[in-house]
C-alpha cells in the first residue's frame, strides 16, 4: 500500500556487516529523503567495523527501545556468528513483529530466519552461502532462484548487488513505480525488475 508518510529505517549493523549489503539500498532509498529517515542502530557502539574494514557510526543502539518502521538486515561474515547472538536475535523478533516492513539482503536472512519470523513463508539469499543460510531455517520456504522475493512484509535478497533491486522493488511497493524508476535513473543503476532472475543460482549449482 502506498503511503507519503515518513518512514524510519533502521539498518541493523553487527561486527563484519557487508558494506554494499548495507549501503547499496540505503542509497537507492535515500534519494527520496522526504520518504526516508535512514538510522544505523546496532548492540553497540559508536562504530561498528564491516567486513571490509571501514566502520560505520550507529545513530542508535539496541538499548535505546526506538521505533523502526522499516528494518534492514544486511549480510556479511559477521552473520556467523550473529545468529548464535541471543541480544540480536532477542532484538530483532521484537522489532521485527513491530516493523511495518523487513527487509534483508544476502546472508542478512540467516540472522532474521533464526528468529522463526520466516517460518512457513518465502526468502531467499546469496547462492554461494544458500546451504548455510537454509540450515539456519528449516521451515522455511526457501526460493533457490530468485533476485529478491516478497512474502507479505517480508522481502529477502540474494548476494550482494541484489540488494538495490530488491531496495527499489520495495521503494515501488510503498513509493510507487515510478519513484523507484526515477531513484534507479538518479543512480544510473540497471534495475532488474524481474525478481525472478537469477543466473548466480545455475553458477552456483542450485538449479
Known sequence: MQSSRKRVVGTVLFPGFELLDTYGPLEMLGMFEGAFELRMVA??????????????????LFAHGRHYDVLLIPGGGGTRTQVENPVILDWLTRKSEAAEYVTTVCTGTAILARTGLLDGLRATTNKNAFDWVASNGPDV???????????????????????????LAFMARVLGQDKAEQAADWAEYDWHKDATWDPFAAKAGLV
Open 141 to 167: 520456504q526457501w526460493q533457490k532462484q530468485a533476485r529478491w522475493v516478497e512474502d507479505g512484509k517480508y522481502f529477502t535478497a540474494s548476494g550482494v548487488s541484489a540488494g538495490m533491486d530488491m531496495a
Open 43 to 60: 548492540e553497540s557502539g559508536p562504530g561498528v567495523k564491516s567486513s571490509m574494514g571501514p566502520a560505520t557510526m550507529a545513530d542508535d
